[in-house]
């Protein structure tokens, strides 16, 4: 090889190495890069995985304290329905036996009166229940035949008397094409038409009120109804027509602020409606009236499935061997009282461990048994009346449990644990006798048996 082309050789050789160095060079910078941005990606990975875990862990804790503060509040519901309820049943129940112990005139009216505040002060209560009911999503609405007309003709009733009180004519119509019983939750809707009817006594000094009824047939069997409260009262201005829907919202002039209320019945009633597939609106003129419209669409239900019932035999009741169990003496006064008045032999407990005594010794017809005392509350009686081995002379007694604690858990609690019937707190006498009527009433007359709860063998 001439030394000319060894040179053009080692020319080309060094050519080749800078330009491999200079590629290698570049490889390990992009290498570099390479290796810098990965780090930078997982360390950019690393502290957005820390703030996701960081916020997770945020939001199960608000979570948890937004669950916290619900119980809370629904255990302070509870408590607070329970403490109100409670003194009310003795009350209520007290002020019925002196009305029906031969007063004058004057003395019935105040007694009404008195038991009028209370029955407002159980509206409140269960508005207040209601609302925290409706913002967790525990309404259960029923779907069961109910007799509108029906409905309208109790609640006109009832208000008849504070309404002619006052100077104001309190009327019922009827019309449509279908007849008046539907499916639903007659409960409900009779809730929101006694707001409605409640509302406008309160609001009307003077004049009139209409409570109209209309059923039309729809072409897929359902019926429309159309439920109006229609009165002369104060009026509303169009300002404050779609606030009296808002919780805590009262839009009265200061000259009738003295009538009072919580401002939840007109939001309670609307939120019911409207989980009923229906709706609440209103039409007002201040100085001329207001219309509250309910309407909804519901199917049609077989009329004979709401007969009305026929009044009940509280004979049967007669010699009825009946243990009241109740911490509260007040309570256990009233009800003793009761059901003396309707002929019942009454025992009475002041404790779950006393009840259980007497009946091992004695036999009894029901048991009349409150669901929250101290020691040994009523489902845990009942359970050990109800228990395999229970030392108690029958385990099949019927038990009619009581209460002031009106939740759907509790309510479920002592069903479970061996109760017959619950009954809620306060009662009326009628509605007491009605349910000891319902327990052991058919047995007694010689009917078919009464179903009891059957204990677990």
């Given at each position: 090889?001439?030394?000319?082309?060894?040179?053009?050789?080692?020319?080309?050789?060094?050519?080749?190495?800078?330009?491999?160095?200079?590629?290698?060079?570049?490889?390990?910078?992009?290498?570099?890069?390479?290796?810098?941005?990965?780090?930078?990606?997982?360390?950019?990975?690393?502290?957005?995985?820390?703030?996701?875990?960081?916020?997770?862990?945020?939001?199960?804790?608000?979570?948890?304290?937004?669950?916290?503060?619900?119980?809370?509040?629904?255990?302070?519901?509870?408590?607070?329905?329970?403490?109100?309820?409670?003194?009310?049943?003795?009350?209520?129940?007290?002020?019925?036996?002196?009305?029906?112990?031969?007063?004058?005139?004057?003395?019935?009216?105040?007694?009404?009166?008195?038991?009028?505040?209370?029955?407002?002060?159980?509206?409140?209560?269960?508005?207040?229940?209601?609302?925290?009911?409706?913002?967790?999503?525990?309404?259960?609405?029923?779907?069961?035949?109910?007799?509108?007309?029906?409905?309208?003709?109790?609640?006109?009733?009832?208000?008849?008397?504070?309404?002619?009180?006052?100077?104001?004519?309190?009327?019922?119509?009827?019309?449509?094409?279908?007849?008046?019983?539907?499916?639903?939750?007659?409960?409900?809707?009779?809730?929101?038409?006694?707001?409605?009817?409640?509302?406008?006594?309160?609001?009307?000094?003077?004049?009139?009120?209409?409570?109209?009824?209309?059923?039309?047939?729809?072409?897929?069997?359902?019926?429309?109804?159309?439920?109006?409260?229609?009165?002369?009262?104060?009026?509303?201005?169009?300002?404050?027509?779609?606030?009296?829907?808002?919780?805590?919202?009262?839009?009265?002039?200061?000259?009738?602020?003295?009538?009072?209320?919580?401002?939840?019945?007109?939001?309670?009633s609307r939120r019911l409606a409207q989980l009923m597939g229906g709706?609440?609106?209103?039409?007002?003129?201040?100085?001329?009236?207001?219309?509250?419209?309910?309407?909804?669409?519901?199917?049609?239900?077989?009329?004979?499935?709401?007969?009305?019932?026929?009044?009940?035999?509280?004979?049967?009741?007669?010699?009825?061997?009946?243990?009241?169990?109740?911490?509260?003496?007040?309570?256990?006064?009233?009800?003793?009282?009761?059901?003396?008045?309707?002929?019942?032999?009454?025992?009475?407990?002041?404790?779950?461990?006393?009840?259980?005594?007497?009946?091992?010794?004695?036999?009894?017809?029901?048991?009349?048994?409150?669901?929250?005392?101290?020691?040994?509350?009523?489902?845990?009686?009942?359970?050990?009346?109800?228990?395999?081995?229970?030392?108690?002379?029958?385990?099949?007694?019927?038990?009619?449990?009581?209460?002031?604690?009106?939740?759907?858990?509790?309510?479920?609690?002592?069903?479970?644990?061996?109760?017959?019937?619950?009954?809620?707190?306060?009662?009326?006498?009628?509605?007491?006798?009605?349910?000891?009527?319902?327990?052991?009433?058919?047995?007694?007359?010689?009917?078919?048996?009464?179903?009891?709860?059957?204990?677990?063998?």
């Amino acid at each position: 090889m001439s030394d000319g082309s060894l040179s053009a050789w080692q020319r080309k050789a060094a050519r080749e190495r800078r330009a491999r160095r200079q590629a290698e060079d570049l490889l390990e910078q992009k290498s570099r890069a390479l290796y810098a941005a990965d780090r930078r990606l997982a360390e950019a990975n690393e502290e957005l995985e820390r703030r996701v875990a960081e916020r997770t862990r945020e939001l199960l804790a608000a979570k948890e304290q937004a669950e916290e503060a619900n119980r809370r509040k629904s255990q302070f519901l509870a408590s607070l329905s329970h403490e109100i309820r409670t003194p009310l049943s003795g009350a209520i129940g007290s002020l019925e036996l002196l009305r029906d112990g031969g007063l004058d005139h004057g003395q019935s009216e105040l007694v009404d009166t008195v038991l009028l505040c209370a029955d407002t002060l159980l509206e409140l209560i269960q508005s207040v229940l209601d609302t925290a009911k409706i913002e967790a999503g525990h309404v259960e609405l029923a779907s069961e035949p109910c007799d509108l007309r029906r409905i309208v003709e109790e609640a006109a009733a009832i208000f008849a008397g504070r309404a002619s009180q006052q100077g104001v004519v309190l009327t019922t119509s009827f019309g449509g094409d279908a007849a008046p019983v539907v499916l639903g939750d007659g409960v409900r809707i009779r809730q929101i038409l006694h707001n409605l009817v409640g509302n406008a006594v309160k609001f009307t000094p003077i004049g009139r009120i209409a409570i109209e009824l209309a059923t039309q047939k729809m072409p897929d069997d359902r019926t429309a109804v159309t439920l109006q409260v229609v009165d002369s009262g104060i009026g509303i201005a169009p300002q404050d027509q779609e606030r009296v829907f808002d919780e805590f919202q009262q839009v009265q002039s200061s000259r009738e602020r003295n009538l009072g209320g919580t401002g939840l019945g007109l939001s309670i009633s609307r939120r019911l409606a409207q989980l009923m597939g229906g709706d609440i609106t209103l039409t007002s003129e201040v100085g001329v009236g207001s219309t509250f419209t309910f309407a909804l669409l519901a199917l049609a239900a077989d009329t004979a499935a709401a007969t009305p019932v026929a009044a009940v035999d509280t004979s049967v009741l007669q010699g009825l061997r009946v243990l009241v169990v109740d911490d509260n003496v007040q309570n256990r006064v009233v009800a003793s009282r009761m059901l003396s008045r309707a002929g019942c032999r009454v025992t009475t407990a002041d404790g779950g461990e006393i009840a259980l005594a007497l009946l091992e010794q004695q036999d009894f017809d029901v048991v009349l048994l409150d669901g929250q005392m101290p020691g040994m509350n009523g489902d845990q009686v009942a359970r050990r009346i109800r228990a395999p081995r229970s030392p108690v002379r029958d385990r099949r007694v019927p038990i009619l449990g009581t209460t002031a604690d009106v939740t759907r858990d509790r309510i479920e609690a002592y069903t479970a644990a061996g109760m017959d019937l619950v009954l809620p707190k306060p009662f009326r006498m009628q509605r007491l006798l009605e349910a000891l009527v319902g327990l052991v009433g058919p047995a007694r007359a010689g009917g078919a048996t009464v179903a009891r709860h059957t204990p677990p063998a």
